[in-house]
């Protein structure tokens, strides 16, 4: 196919009903209108939806008045490979990846929009399956699809905007955290990683392969922690050092890990995993000393005077996390 | 490379600053953290944005207590060409895709995020250039570059989402077209696709060439548009008759073209391209009869009772306009 080939669209079929998609056995059948008129019936409109799909953007409320806006890729064969996930699989981690990140703003996420593009021989099922997921992924976090684009291209491309609301609290930046804070984490570390080793090794049927496959991000642990006073808070996505590092370095501050309190006297996943492993989406913020932090918040480690990451105050010599192009 | 590899990021190199970037021959070598330092020091906050590049999310005023929001894929091959568009070209038509439609509710467009994927041999210096495009265009309708994410893929593929203000006015609609309502637009028509023809057949130097390369789509008639009263708004993307035809169906409403008024006497670029070329970012909108329309605003046709796209009273014959997957 060459590009900005001139190709025909009857002015009659702009509005396929979904009925039809159901007939189309691909993307390429399904076609552009197709897909839009589909994903508009598949997915149900949010509470905060003013405007949905299939007008050239979309309106969502802010009653806060700002709004929380992130952006993240999902690219097959780099972050997910077909054979591995299921396309409900997909929907979630796409969904997951930016819901993480606003509530690690310390908001409560309200709406996604989903830029998909893939090959025309994609089926219609799996479309609709990945749909499925990421509805019910945004939904879990109390938000809706809104919106939309979607092209052709060899390989399944998804770059998914997350979009939020902070309900009239300061967002909780990267750079609060002060010496005497503690560091506390929501949500498990190493499991995406480790679920991931068991992948290349041929296991299936784990809950850790599940926990890479489907990672289920502790959305409402954001806000409560803005709630808490967090001073400082990040989605951890690289691998604990290395986002512990962003808050360390955008703070100028130096916090310990320790890795007791990580293990909880446990091994499993090993602490390699735990610190270095990403894609858990779990939340770590900083609060002011004698936080009483709820049950879900488990204290790792403090900050202190200085600069970067320790680990039982000494250096940690190894691989720290993920770089998309070294 | 392998998906999913794990690579090392030293914790101490999470803040490259953009100095070293310069530094940096191409994208791999810049690296993921070296990119996101890059682009905060490349590309400045705007008076809207209340958390910028290099946190989790951004945050954006809205004040109005509504976002419109909108994404767009730019993906190299089916949207650019990077031997035939200056990376200025790319980021310029990256922004104006999405920028485009926020005016097509009427809105003021006020941030951009950008997900950008690329080859590791992607050269900083087509980044930098690549970055002032898209600053520019952002800046031409008002807005600021407040977020995005990067990856690695083949080709370049770029992912903008688009979000705006609308001042409290209503979002303009595709459905609101009534019988008597005039339908007029604001741009060129046919310009972008005569370019495309142009450069297949090796001609650089031309206006319609820069056309195609750099759209400059005219922001301000959207919200002028929604002041005026326009019942139903559309960014001509697809083409004339594809994007009219959307507004039609929607409203449930024939809207019929008429040649004369479209060509106004001339003849170039020639009626097909401009009934029917996409990628002109203009805006096409109904009217109440009898609004006073500023002079940008070409009255080309009017709102009938039926149903479809007519051309001086009869049904068109031939190719309409663009479908990604056909």
Not at 48 to 69: E, H, M, N, S, W
Not at 173 to 202: E, F, I, K, M, N
Not at 257 to 264: K, M, S
Request: aromatic letters at 4%; proline letters at 6%.
């Amino acid at each position: 196919v060459t590009t900005h080939a001139t190709v025909v669209v009857q002015t009659g079929c702009v509005n396929v009903p979904w009925e039809a998609a159901i007939g189309a056995e691909n993307l390429g059948s399904l076609g552009e209108f197709g897909l839009i008129d589909a994903l508009s019936a598949w997915l149900p409109a949010g509470p905060r939806t003013l405007v949905g799909i299939g007008d050239d953007a979309a309106v969502l409320a802010a009653p806060d008045g700002r709004v929380v806006a992130t952006t993240d890729f999902l690219i097959e064969g780099r972050h997910f490979r077909r054979d591995w996930s299921a396309a409900a699989d997909v929907g979630h981690k796409a969904a997951a990846r930016s819901l993480a990140d606003i509530a690690a703003m310390g908001a409560h996420a309200s709406g996604l929009l989903i830029a998909l593009a893939g090959p025309p021989d994609l089926p219609v099922p799996w479309l609709k399956e990945f749909v499925s997921g990421l509805a019910a992924e945004a939904s879990r976090a109390g938000a809706a699809v809104i919106g939309g684009d979607t092209s052709r291209a060899d390989l399944v491309v998804l770059a998914v905007t997350g979009l939020g609301d902070l309900a009239g609290r300061a967002p909780v930046l990267r750079g609060g955290a002060r010496p005497g804070d503690v560091l506390a984490v929501a949500g498990p570390l190493g499991h995406a990683a480790a679920g991931l080793a068991l992948l290349a090794s041929g296991v299936r049927d784990d809950p850790l392969v599940a926990a890479q496959l489907r990672p289920a991000p502790p959305y409402d642990t954001g806000p409560e922690a803005a709630g808490l006073g967090a001073t400082a808070m990040i989605d951890v996505s690289d691998g604990l050092l290395a986002d512990v590092a962003h808050i360390a370095t955008a703070s100028g501050v130096r916090i310990d890990l320790n890795t007791d309190l990580i293990t909880n006297g446990g091994s499993t996943p090993e602490l390699t995993l735990m610190l270095t492993g990403g894609e858990d989406h779990s939340l770590a913020a900083t609060f002011p000393p004698g936080t009483e932090l709820p049950p879900r918040w488990r204290v790792i480690g403090e900050v202190v005077d200085g600069r970067g990451v320790t680990v039982n105050g000494a250096a940690y010599e190894g691989q720290a996390g993920w770089d998309h192009f070294r």
